[in-house]
């Protein structure tokens, strides 16, 4: 083959390549502009959580960590953004998503009907169970058998809207380990909480006074999902891909085999 014929081949090759990199390189730059006008801060994803839900998001030895902690830190990889966390009360959380405080909430929310008129969700990342806790002396294991007993539920959740649905009074505690001291004292009748939650936190606390019911075969288990700004689709529409690609990849599987010690991840 002509000498000068194979240079000009491998230069158009490397050209080729050289302009595919170049335009795959802007295009990502390009994508990442399209919606970084609507972060709270450049080239940042503001994260609101409690930080007090373990193992969802808390504290260990002063620093923050747990399933959404890490899921935060992993999406906003994905879109080339670095993650910010700003751990806020519960009673505010999702307004300051309206606010835009930060840009969004990963926090073990689920889509209802009232919050899809001002808020909107990501695909849902983990299907949670619902479980009942009691004193151990306690009779009650079924979902019915609560009505018109107390009931320690964090204010506006979904454990205290199913509790309220059947018919229990809510007494507000913000934290797990908080109404798990209620019941205790004998100062509420249980709580609704999530397995998971019972699960990470008898790991390493005395669980032997308390009885333990999965709601599972009760009640469906909830789909969580992130919540954002009804103005954010941009955003909404890369967290989902985002998402998918964690999804594809693994990587929500093993965050939840570390924290929940199972695949909550994956569709009933």
């Given at each position: 083959m002509n000498f000068k014929k194979v240079l000009l081949r491998t230069g158009l090759?490397?050209?080729?390549?050289?302009?595919?990199?170049?335009?795959?390189?802007?295009?990502?730059k390009a994508d990442a502009a399209t919606y970084s006008g609507n972060l709270v801060n450049k080239s940042e994803l503001t994260i609101g959580?409690?930080?007090?839900?373990?193992?969802?998001?808390?504290?260990?030895n002063g620093k923050l960590t747990g399933f959404e902690v890490d899921l935060g830190k992993a999406l906003a990889k994905q879109l080339g953004l670095k993650a910010k966390f700003v751990p806020t009360?519960?009673?505010s959380l999702i307004a300051g998503v309206g606010a835009s405080k930060y840009d969004v909430v990963l926090n073990n929310i689920t889509?209802?009907?009232?919050?899809?008129?001002?808020?909107?969700?990501?695909?849902p990342y983990i299907y949670s169970r619902y479980a009942l806790i009691t004193p151990k002396k306690a009779k009650i294991t079924n979902i019915n058998k609560i009505k018109n007993k107390t009931?320690?539920?964090?204010?506006?959740?979904?454990?205290?809207?199913?509790?309220?649905?059947?018919?229990?009074?809510?007494?507000s505690s913000?934290?797990?380990?908080?109404?798990?001291s209620l019941i205790r004292q004998g100062r509420v009748d249980g709580t609704i909480n999530s397995a998971e939650a019972y699960y990470a936190y008898a790991k390493?606390?005395?669980?032997s006074?308390?009885?333990?019911?999965?709601?599972?075969?009760?009640?469906?288990?909830v789909k969580v999902s992130a919540l954002l700004n009804k103005n954010n689709t941009k955003l909404q529409k890369r967290i989902n891909k985002a998402l998918k690609t964690l999804r594809s990849n693994g990587t929500l599987k093993k965050l939840s085999k570390k924290y929940f010690g199972e695949d909550i991840t994956k569709k009933p």
């Open positions: 090759v490397l050209g080729t390549v050289l302009v595919a990199t170049v335009l795959t390189e802007a295009g990502q959580l409690e930080g007090t839900y373990k193992p969802y998001s808390y504290r260990a009360k519960w009673d889509e209802t009907a009232e919050r899809k008129k001002n808020y909107i969700f990501s695909n009931f320690a539920e964090g204010t506006g959740t979904n454990n205290a809207i199913l509790a309220k649905k059947y018919g229990a009074k809510i007494v913000g934290e797990f380990s908080t109404s798990l390493s606390n005395k669980t006074d308390l009885n333990f019911k999965d709601l599972s075969k009760q009640v469906a288990p």
